[in-house]
């Protein structure tokens, strides 16, 4: 088993557990629900934090620069999150909220968790996506969509509740509905080796997460941004994309560590093996002195 594989599989299985965080806030009463805009805040800095500190950056580097091939893979995030969001939207807005199904149930409750079974199959492929890249990605987008999903959990169990299901049945179907990230994420697993999907996943996520981070939290923020409220969110914002930041210097901290190496033993690493690196030109490397004709040797 590849090492990132253990990892993977505990990020999204802790994300699988997050959906019943929404049942929590939302039955913790208006003191609870208070804090939700500025965990949309957050959620939304550390969206924009991982894409622009650690995806992006990562891609660029695998291919040398910021070519074509990552400006259609970004573009083709923002516009495929569109469409799946548009498609899946569209039936719950468009139909009669009096329908009900054969349970007794308005039919949107059932949209919904389809929706969100897409949402996380989604997710755990994109977070085992990050993983491979290596532990900073792997923890940064773990960390980006846990945020993002706390808030959007709460939003799905309300949702099921005004759709008719009980209480205990809404957290059952929504922990059911979040176990299909492990899907997704055992399925990148299983074939990146042979297609390098992770080469083509980590732009689509950074595109994805744009378009969660500026067309779904970035208008929540500013719907609530009024007044005494903006400070709050905005500082929210900002300890997002921060928490994108500290996760680098975690990572890089924890694995100089591993290797018995620092800012002290970098410097003297440095110093030790710096421009001259081996024997100088035209010298003896077994005596360390020049090979070259001396005072009488032969020209």
Request: proline fraction near 7%.
């Amino acid at each position: 088993m590849p090492p990132y594989a253990v990892p993977a599989l505990l990020s999204v299985l802790a994300m699988s557990l997050l959906s019943v965080l929404g049942a929590v806030v939302l039955l913790g009463g208006p003191r609870a629900r208070a804090w939700l805009p500025l965990l949309v805040a957050l959620a939304a800095g550390a969206l924009l934090g991982d894409t622009f500190l650690h995806l992006l950056p990562h891609a660029v580097a695998e291919r040398g620069g910021f070519d074509a091939s990552l400006a259609w893979g970004v573009l083709a995030g923002l516009v495929g999150f569109f469409v799946i969001e548009g498609l899946l939207h569209w039936h719950h807005h468009g139909e009669d909220v009096h329908e009900h199904g054969p349970e007794g149930l308005h039919s949107f409750g059932w949209m919904n968790l389809i929706g969100d079974g897409l949402h996380n199959l989604i997710d755990g492929m994109l977070i085992a996506s990050a993983w491979i890249v290596g532990p900073e990605a792997g923890l940064a987008t773990t960390v980006a969509v846990a945020l993002h999903e706390i808030p959007q959990e709460f939003g799905d169990f309300g949702v099921l509740l005004h759709a008719g299901f009980s209480p205990r049945r809404a957290i059952l179907l929504n922990l059911g509905v979040a176990c299909l990230s492990v899907l997704g994420c055992l399925g990148v697993l299983l074939v990146h080796d042979a297609v390098g999907l992770e080469r083509h996943l980590v732009p689509l996520a950074a595109g994805g997460f744009l378009y969660i981070a500026c067309a779904d939290l970035v208008p929540e923020m500013r719907a609530r941004a009024r007044g005494a409220a903006l400070l709050p969110i905005v500082l929210a914002l900002l300890l997002g994309v921060g928490l994108m930041a500290g996760v680098h210097e975690v990572v890089h901290s924890a694995a100089a560590h591993e290797h018995g190496t620092g800012p002290d033993q970098d410097h003297d690493h440095d110093h030790d093996h710096g421009p001259d690196r081996g024997p100088e030109p035209g010298s003896d490397p077994a005596r360390g002195t020049p090979s070259g004709p001396g005072p009488g040797g032969d020209r």
